[in-house]
């Protein structure tokens, strides 16, 4: 059983056009995030859900919309791709740490998706 | 915000030898993590170690919070540890984290 999938695996496309990935955790996780990988390797957050609810939204265009229509799922839909949104796209799902919790909150992540805009 | 710096950027190895990769932060954290990436782009969590010092097999992890920095040991390494590590630190209870820009590690057989 696959904890983080994420589907497309690789998706190819034209500028311009409009495309989502879907993320399906099955840990129990309250917490899944959006993560671009570049060319160089460079990992960095886009956004977090907790519950439904986004908590944090780094500074990426309004083109990215995620959605989650339950804990379990967040897809990122991008609207009017751009060449520079080729990269490795992943999602990470963890329990979701507190002060009052002692959860400790490990990331899980997908296989990534490559997202080539041509 | 925070940073994170990482090094050396990248490591080649014979098989057998050990190494050290080091992660310094510029802040206080409650969250830091050890991944490997292996040459899939699989992203496997290796340690959850925001303090103390933590061994799995042949790899070790150390976490001094006070003096912001983190050690990854590999002890014997082998051709399937080649990859890029990354350390990755939280605050916020963990729910916002930055990624350093990683070690690329090459062991030769």
């Known amino acids: 059983d696959t904890a983080v999938s994420q589907t497309p695996k690789y998706l190819v496309t034209q500028m311009g056009n409009d495309k989502s990935i879907k993320c399906e955790q099955n840990?129990?996780?309250?917490?899944m995030y959006w993560y671009k990988q570049d060319s160089k390797k460079f990992l960095k957050i886009m956004f977090s859900?907790?519950?439904?609810?986004?908590?944090i939204n780094e500074t990426v265009p309004n083109r990215f919309s995620p959605k989650s229509p339950d804990k379990a799922h967040l897809n990122l839909h991008i609207n009017s791709l751009e060449l520079g949104d080729s990269a490795v796209y992943f999602c990470?799902?963890?329990?979701?740490?507190?002060?009052?919790?002692?959860?400790?909150?490990?990331?899980?992540f997908g296989a990534g998706t490559r997202l080539s805009v041509l | 915000g925070i940073q994170v710096e990482q090094s050396p950027p990248d490591l080649i190895l014979q098989e057998g030898a050990n190494s050290t990769l080091r992660c310094n932060f510029s802040?206080?954290?409650?969250?830091l993590q050890w991944f490997h990436q292996n040459p899939w782009g699989q992203l496997i969590n290796l340690f959850y170690?925001?303090?103390g010092t933590k061994q799995n097999g042949r790899l070790s992890a150390t976490t001094v919070a006070t003096e912001r920095y983190s050690l990854l040991y590999i002890s014997s390494s082998q051709t399937t540890d080649s990859g890029v590590y990354f350390c990755?630190?939280?605050?916020?209870?963990?729910?916002?984290?930055?990624f350093g820009p990683g070690t690329r590690l090459s062991v030769l057989p």
């Open positions: 990470a799902s963890s329990k979701r740490a507190s002060l009052l919790s002692l959860a400790k909150n490990i990331q899980y």
């Open positions: 840990l129990g996780h309250d917490t």
């Open positions: 859900y907790n519950n439904k609810e986004l908590i």
């Open positions: 802040d206080s954290v409650n969250n």
């Open positions: 170690i925001p303090s």
């Open positions: 990755a630190v939280g605050w916020d209870y963990g729910q916002n984290f930055v």
